[in-house]
């Protein structure tokens, strides 16, 4: 089993998701639009999760996804693609 983040790990991913913040609103005084914004963050936060993977998170994930793909297997979801 993989451990939780370490104090000292979350303490960079908050400094991560603070330097973030800070870009985004520097964006959005520039003149960028909401989408842009948006998608900035999206990005970063993408690359901050590459850099920094929460394990907790990713347990949450899996047991989602499992959960959902039983309820599929068992006709309780119905699929629209």
Request: cysteine-free; hydrophobic content about 35%; aromatic content about 4%.
């Amino acid at each position: 089993m993989i451990p939780d983040l370490t104090p000292e790990e979350k303490q960079e991913k908050a400094v991560g998701l603070a330097f973030i913040q800070n870009d985004a609103n520097e964006l959005l005084e520039k003149g960028g639009s909401p989408l842009e914004v948006q998608t900035f963050i999206n990005g970063a936060r993408r690359e901050l999760a590459s850099q920094r993977p929460d394990p907790r998170s990713m347990r949450e994930s899996s047991m989602a996804a499992k959960k959902y793909q039983r309820m599929r297997d068992m006709g309780l979801v119905e699929e629209n693609y």
